[in-house]
Nanobody, 128 residues
């Protein structure tokens, strides 16, 4: 089992940047495919980005491609999300999530149901 704690959210102006972090406890962080998902008010939780266990393969939602970068540091048990050129549409609670099963087709991890462990989320608010 892995416990996840997000940080780095806040209020930023449109066009600005934020870097989210997700600290994982336990010694199995490197065994998990990791993802970032978000949930805006009144909307369903949606996929943002996913990274494989080694950090060598990533995938992004079309809405964030070219603006967001997911990365991980397995030595530090930490997942990151660098978010640039933020817009009001990016306002949401951002969740870090870990999948128990790795190596499946990447589309498996586009769904919230693809993840087994979740952090409590960090709020990102973009003002226009």
């Amino acid at each position: 089992q892995v416990q996840l704690v997000e940080s780095g959210g806040g209020l930023v102006q449109a066009g600005g940047s934020l870097r989210l972090s997700c600290a994982a406890s336990g010694r199995t962080f490197s065994a998990h495919t990791m993802g970032w998902l978000r949930q805006a008010p009144g909307k369903a939780r949606e996929f943002v980005a996913v990274i494989d266990r080694s950090g060598g393969s990533t995938s992004y939602a079309d809405s964030v491609k070219g603006r967001f970068t997911i990365s991980r540091d397995n030595a530090e048990n930490t997942l990151y999300l660098q978010m640039n050129n933020l817009g009001s549409e990016d306002t949401a609670v951002y969740y870090c999530a870990a999948a128990e099963v790795s190596g499946l087709p990447v589309s498996y991890y586009y769904r919230p149901s693809g993840y087994n462990y979740w952090g409590h989320g960090t709020q990102v608010t973009v003002s226009s």
